[in-house]
């Protein structure tokens, strides 16, 4: 039986179907926000309290589940199973049966299934750019608004699965939704290099920037 440390060692140990790199990419990306929060706490004193510290705590950890979870549904078999068993696949057909709504597994079944391929892309890209954006604090309210709407997915397509507890879905909702109301990249992130502190008078890019960081 591992605890959690070990169970930390272990992960950054393993191999995926991919080799080694999508472990390397996480391990560069858990550095550079370490070295970015360095980078902000020594360039602004404004950052230096409590609570951007918590914040930043907050996006490294959530940002690592992301990435982690990211890791067993990657194209092209978007499953870890080296027989191409499980995965993705696996969990949208549990949609189709557990669903809060019968809108909703119709949806997944009608439109989602048979699309398979389209559909889990999409949905292992924007699980990457949620990973990337919480763990470098870059576009952190788009980020955070995107683990939202994954969120809610999960809340609602499994929430009458037996063993699951709809409760863990709701509470990443709402982690998720304090990345995007309180702009959690401005804390220790590359949005608080980047993003102008007020909101810009003029140029659509410069609104666009200062909207989602």
């Known amino acids: 039986m591992l605890n959690p440390f070990q169970d930390l060692f272990a992960f950054f140990e393993k191999n995926t179907l991919h080799g080694r790199f999508p472990i390397y990419a996480l391990i560069f990306l858990l550095i550079a926000s370490v070295v970015i929060a360095l980078i902000t706490l020594a360039r602004d004193s404004e950052q230096r309290n409590i609570q951007n510290v918590y914040m930043w705590l907050a996006r490294f950890f959530v940002g690592g589940m992301w990435y982690q979870q990211m890791l067993w549904k990657m194209p092209p078999t978007f499953t870890d199973n080296p027989d191409g068993s499980g995965g993705l696949g696996y969990w949208m057909g549990e949609m189709v049966k557990y669903a809060a709504f ?27 750019f949620i990973a990337v954006s919480l763990l470098l604090g870059l576009f952190t309210r788009l980020g955070g608004l995107a683990g939202m709407l994954m969120a ?44 102008p502190r007020t909101a810009p008078t003029g140029g659509l890019v410069k609104r666009v920037v200062w909207w989602i960081s």
Do not use: C
Not at 107 to 128: I, S
């Open 152 to 195: 809610i997915n999960l809340w609602l397509g499994l929430y009458n699965r037996p063993n699951e507890w709809p409760w863990t879905y709701f509470f990443l909702i709402l982690l998720n939704g304090f990345f995007l109301v309180f702009r959690a990249g401005r804390a220790l992130g590359l949005d608080a290099l980047i993003a």
């Open 102 to 128: 019968k809108p909703h597994a119709s949806l997944v079944n009608d439109l989602m299934l048979p699309n398979f391929k389209l559909f889990a892309f999409q949905v292992w890209a924007g699980e990457t």
